[in-house]
């Protein structure tokens, strides 16, 4: 699938973005999430850690931390998958603007 030119976000979701008072790491995690689902038009998308990695040039570990701490905010919402499947956990943009 090719990638679109531009992303079109609804504006209280651009607002609650300028109001967001997070650290930069988790920033850049919630626009991988936000370029993954609503960019694709997906409510819901598997993403993995070295697609968080290749897109935001954080470390593994950073990617860890900053999907842990967007998560525990209640920005986004985490579906793993069994270890043993291999396959990416899947994320959900918290589109409750207030929380």
Request: proline share 4%; no cysteine; hydrophobic share 35%.
């Given at each position: 699938?090719?990638?679109?030119?531009?992303?079109?976000?609804d504006y209280p979701l651009y607002e609650a973005?300028?109001?967001?008072?997070?650290?930069?790491?988790?920033?850049?995690?919630?626009?991988?999430?936000?370029?993954?689902?609503?960019?694709?038009?997906?409510?819901?998308?598997p993403i993995s850690l070295s697609k968080f990695?290749?897109k935001t040039s954080l470390s593994r570990q950073?990617?860890?931390?900053?999907?842990?701490?967007?998560?525990?905010?209640?920005?986004?919402?985490?579906?793993?998958?069994?270890?043993?499947?291999?396959?990416?956990?899947?994320?959900?943009?918290?589109?409750?603007?207030?929380?």
């Amino acid at each position: 699938m090719a990638s679109p030119k531009f992303r079109r976000l609804d504006y209280p979701l651009y607002e609650a973005l300028m109001r967001a008072k997070v650290s930069g790491s988790t920033y850049q995690i919630l626009l991988v999430v936000i370029d993954q689902t609503i960019g694709y038009r997906r409510e819901t998308a598997p993403i993995s850690l070295s697609k968080f990695t290749d897109k935001t040039s954080l470390s593994r570990q950073g990617v860890i931390k900053a999907i842990k701490d967007a998560e525990r905010r209640d920005i986004i919402s985490v579906s793993r998958n069994d270890i043993s499947a291999k396959k990416p956990a899947s994320y959900t943009l918290n589109m409750d603007y207030a929380e």
